[in-house]
């Protein structure tokens, strides 16, 4: 503000002062507010204070936008279009008028005509033109309607198209036939007759632009130019192409990191950017991802920001190779030690609190200098590693562990994993404490890092106590302490598009683990688990939210073996709850004195289709609604399962998310069997909530 205390007080610094505050009120709205300055005397003569009075007046919301002249294009395209938009009147059977209204903005009328107009001439309307005729309020002032006049003209179409290579910009011999011009017009999206659409022409571009890369031409240009005929309304298209010189890859320029080892940020590469090869796009771009996965730096790019190649290329030292470029990365560190603190509640798992330390990017060899220096910035840090330690504990649910991995052991191919923890369960009808080591191994199977093994090695102890007379009798056969000793392998396959954080993808795993024989120990149990799920995003809102669908799957199987007569209590499987709503927490499956006693087969199907309301994003917290159909079976055996022990339920809930990027923490959902046995428990309504502060 120009307008300041000790200042001199000057009329036009007034007036500019009251129009900026004003106009902030206007982008948020409030259409009609008006500001006045008032002067107020303070008893001395050449003092004076000034009070800004606004009058916000209504804040109208963008009642109905009229598209005169939008023949060609439905309603809902337009909508989506321009920012004074009515679209969420109709949004999520009307409630976007309570979360997500518009509020009118004058300020941005000219643009959404801008918008629709070049919108138009992009679908291939060349001689389109949009005028905004008004608008006006009405409901004493609470509601806008706008007017936009279209004149569409007739649509151009593609008369055809060809594709040349500039004079001296032809690719090697031994690239000609793979980069012939036939096979890049085949490239092609669009064909003679079709419709102009310039997305069709820039993803064709890019298609070209691919093929050129996947063969090194990495400095290949390719441009698009357009004979428009007027008078049948036609445009010819030209794909330019120079293929530039074949690069070969010298070697990656790592800039910017202060404390993380280059070998970690190499084998980001797997093996797939070699130096003295032919450089190799793909390779490049998927170590870019797997770098910003990591989560240790806050940027991944890819040269230093001056305009150039988009790879980042910079002619190499050897001289004696006039085609080898380096590769300039350039990352920017971030702190990857946290602290959490939070606590929760649910239906399943009662109250909980927890603490949690966390160490990315950790290094166990790199030791402070002084014992006292250990949370310097460069103690323990830049290995790639992580360590965490966790103290959570609860009414029903306890746990401490603490966690030490490494995805690349020594920079092998093999992962490393060990944890030791100790969980507490305390069951309304016994309690049962766990103590264990465990460790793991793996490794990537394929050069799509698709499929991964996991080995894994595990010595627990279970203590059953505290029983009940109502306790299930096989917890009494097992009551006290048991030591179980095990190996197990896990093979999953995940195919994941986009990066989607609610699995737009699909993963698949398959798990099988041998506790007991000749590892000793005093349980014989072997166990297999089949899981997948599917998932994907539906619809997306203007404000970029997904609507998402998704479906998951499972089926868990245990016997036993040698001198286990049955499974023990802890080893079986539970179905009820958060696992299969409508039904209380492991109400479903065999009991005994009335208590869940477990099972031996599991199957379980759960079916979700979720609606976002608010953005997190734009409110500060999301809001989403979600229906679902839950279905399974836990049975004793699988000679036991049929048709009359299947049970399905359906319901309806919502989730509110405070500022995390993940599942929403608070989670209320009313559920309703469908089919049930007599002995399951219902539970219609379930509850989930976990808050980190």
């Given at each position: 503000?120009t307008?300041?205390s000790?200042?001199?007080?000057l ?14 009120h ?12 008032l ?9 004076e ?17 009229l ?7 439905k ?25 997500n209204?518009t ?36 409901n ?10 279209i ?7 593609i008369?055809g ?12 011999p ?19 007759g ?9 993803q064709?571009?890019l ?9 090194a031409y ?19 298209i ?6 530039g ?15 993380t080892?280059?070998n ?6 797997r ?23 990591l ?5 991944v ?10 790879f ?6 050897n001289?004696?190779?006039?085609d ?14 946290s602290i ?6 649910s239906?399943?798992?009662g ?17 402070p ?5 250990v ?10 590693q992580?360590?965490s330690?966790?103290f959570?504990?609860g009414t ?7 966690a ?20 507490l369960?305390?069951f309304?009808?016994y ?10 191994f ?6 799509k ?6 080995l894994n ?10 029983p ?30 986009g ?34 799920a599917?998932g ?11 609507q998402r669908f ?19 209590i ?15 927490f ?19 199907v ?14 500060g ?7 679902f ?9 699988t ?9 399905i ?8 998310q405070?500022?995390s990027?993940?599942?929403p ?14 002995t ?13 502060f």
């Amino acid at each position: 503000m120009t307008t300041r205390s000790g200042r001199p007080l000057l009329d036009y610094g007034l007036k500019r002062d009251a129009e900026m505050i004003a106009n902030l009120h206007r982008k948020e709205g409030f259409h009609f507010v008006n500001v006045q300055p008032l002067k107020r005397p303070t008893g001395r003569q050449d003092v004076e204070d000034v009070v800004f009075v606004v009058h916000t007046g209504p804040r109208p919301k963008v009642f109905n936008v009229l598209f005169e002249g939008a023949h060609s294009v439905k309603r809902r395209q337009l909508q989506r279009l321009v920012q004074n938009s009515d679209r969420y009147r109709t949004q999520f059977l009307g409630l976007g008028r309570l979360f997500n209204p518009t509020y009118f903005n004058a300020d941005l009328l000219e643009e959404d005509r801008r918008r629709l107009e070049f919108w138009y001439r992009q679908e291939g309307w060349q001689d389109a033109r949009v005028v905004l005729v008004g608008y006006r309020f009405e409901n004493d002032n609470k509601e806008a309607f706008i007017h936009f006049r279209i004149d569409e003209g007739q649509r151009y179409r593609i008369r055809g198209f060809t594709v040349e290579y500039e004079e001296d910009g032809d690719p090697l011999p031994k690239d000609r036939e793979f980069l012939s011009v036939d096979n890049l017009e085949r490239l092609a999206v669009f064909a003679p007759g079709y419709a102009f659409r310039a997305e069709d022409i820039e993803q064709t571009r890019l298609r070209i632009q691919e093929r050129l890369w996947s063969r090194a031409y990495a400095k290949s240009g390719v441009r698009q130019d357009y004979d428009i005929n007027p008078l049948d309304r036609s445009i010819q298209i030209t794909f330019r192409i120079d293929a530039g010189p074949k690069i070969r890859l010298g070697r990656i320029r790592i800039l910017g990191n202060r404390f993380t080892r280059d070998n970690v940020i190499r084998r980001a590469y797997r093996g797939e950017a070699l130096p003295g090869e032919e450089l190799n796009v793909s390779a490049l771009r998927a170590g870019q991802t797997r770098l910003r996965a990591l989560n240790f730096f806050g940027l991944v790019r890819y040269g230093t920001g001056r305009p150039g190649s988009i790879f980042g290329l910079v002619k190499s030292n050897n001289e004696d190779r006039e085609d080898e470029y380096d590769v300039e990365l350039e990352v920017e560190e971030i702190d990857t030690r946290s602290i959490q603190f939070g606590a929760g509640v649910s239906t399943d798992g009662g109250i909980f609190g927890f603490v949690q330390v966390t160490w990315r990017n950790f290094d166990i060899f790199r030791l402070p200098q002084k014992w006292w220096r250990v949370l310097d910035k460069d103690a323990f840090r830049g290995g790639g590693q992580t360590f965490s330690i966790e103290f959570a504990p609860g009414t029903v649910f306890s746990r401490f562990r603490i966690a030490f991995s490494d995805p690349r052991l020594n920079d092998s191919q093999w992962g490393f994993n060990i944890e030791i923890s100790r969980r507490l369960a305390q069951f309304t009808d016994y309690d049962q404490s766990t103590d264990g080591i465990y460790l793991g191994f793996s490794r990537f199977l394929d050069r799509k890092f698709n499929w991964r093994l996991t080995l894994n090695w595990s010595l627990r102890e279970v203590t059953l106590d505290d029983p009940d007379p109502t306790a299930p009798v096989n917890m009494l056969d097992e009551q006290g302490r048991s030591t179980v000793h095990g190996v197990g392998a896990r093979l999953n396959y995940t195919r994941v598009r986009g990066g989607d954080p609610f699995l737009n993808g699909y993963r698949l795993t398959f798990t099988t683990d041998w506790y007991g024989g000749p590892l000793g120990g005093e349980v014989d149990v072997v166990k297999a688990t089949i899981r997948g799920a599917l998932g994907s995003r539906a619809y997306r809102n203007r404000q970029g939210s997904w609507q998402r669908f998704r479906v998951e799957a499972r089926v868990d199987w245990a016997t036993a073996y040698d001198d286990t007569v049955q499974v023990p209590i802890f080893e079986r499987y539970f179905l009820g709850g958060r696992n299969l709503r409508g039904f209380e927490f492991r109400g479903v499956g065999p009991k005994s004195n009335g208590s869940p006693s477990g099972g031996e087969f599991l199957v379980s199907v759960i079916g979700q289709y979720t609606f976002p309301i608010a953005d997190r994003d734009v409110t500060g917290f999301g809001i989403d609604i979600h229906f679902f159909l839950d279905q399974g079976t836990l049975v004793e055996d699988t000679q036991d399962i049929s048709w009359e022990t299947w049970r399905i339920s359906a319901g309806f809930g919502f989730g509110i998310q405070f500022g995390s990027p993940n599942q929403p923490p608070l989670t209320i959902d009313f559920a309703w069997p469908i089919r049930r046995v007599n002995t399951d428990t219902r539970q219609v309504v379930s509850v989930s909530f976990e808050r980190t502060f």
